[in-house]
């Protein structure tokens, strides 16, 4: 059973916002392990078919690297398959989260699943509803997708909102990881929301450092600094 490591014992008081990375690509995981910062990572057949390896080899990789929750998704549409390939992917490693479509087949594999003591994340979510079945299904993570939703002129954010609030009403444990995530904005309002992980690609990650004046504020303190002859080492 996959329990919540603590890195780093200094940090246990500071409540953790948990990222995950939405790619099946090892190097831009490992990239951003490094820094510390992928808490998990969050895997589709669409991203293990952009990866070109096979999933269950990539899977174990990826479980191998690192500590927390790895999502690796059903291809199985009928409960009884789903619950045969959950069962095989769960056996890839301790920290698998079965990924599962939010179906009425897909709730039936997530209720037996769980009750084996799996995690499960109940993806492609685009309703305050399905979040609340998911939840009742015994979900470790619900996944909505926010980018989905603005693309056919919903409000991607507005769901994260919905379900935080119907999830705290009754105090479902079940985790909302917004996904489809495509901006730096998404990653904010996630995080002003209070949704309890973002999932993104790498690229979106990686931008959340960027602002011009810090870019502009850091040119101005170098070149001080070679004005003044400032060296510390
Ligand atoms: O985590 C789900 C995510 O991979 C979907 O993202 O950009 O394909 O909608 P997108």
Redesign the pocket.
């Known amino acids: 059973m996959y329990t919540d490591p603590d890195p780093n014992p200094t940090l246990t008081e500071r409540p953790n916002m948990k990222f995950f990375v939405?790619t099946a690509e090892i190097d831009a995981i490992r990239e951003l392990h490094e820094l510390g910062f992928v808490d998990g990572v969050?895997t589709?057949p669409?991203?293990i078919k952009k990866s070109g390896r096979d999933i269950l080899e990539v899977t174990k990789e990826i479980c191998d690297l690192v500590e927390g929750p790895v999502s690796a998704e059903v291809v199985a549409t009928e409960a009884d398959a789903m619950i045969t390939e959950g069962r095989r992917l769960a056996e890839i490693a301790s920290n698998i989260a079965v990924k599962l479509p939010l179906t009425w087949d897909g709730l039936k594999a997530c209720n037996v699943l769980t009750n084996e003591g799996k995690m499960v994340n109940v993806t492609l979510c685009f309703s305050a509803n399905q979040a609340l079945l998911a939840a009742k299904a015994g979900a470790s993570f619900i996944?909505p997708?926010i980018?989905?939703l603005d693309d056919i002129s919903l409000d991607g954010m507005e769901l994260i909102q919905d379900i935080r609030t119907i999830y705290d009403n009754f105090g479902y444990k079940t985790e909302i990881l917004a996904?489809?995530i495509?901006s730096v904005n998404h990653v904010q309002d996630s995080a002003l929301i209070g949704a309890d992980v973002i999932?993104a690609p790498p690229e979106v990650i990686k931008k959340l450092v960027a602002h011009p004046l810090t870019d502009k504020g850091l040119d101005a303190f170098l070149k001080d600094a070679a004005t003044a002859g400032i060296k510390i080492v």
Request: aromatic content about 8%; charged content about 25%; overall charge positive.
């Open positions: 939405d969050t589709n669409s991203l996944s997708f980018g989905r996904a489809s495509r999932t």
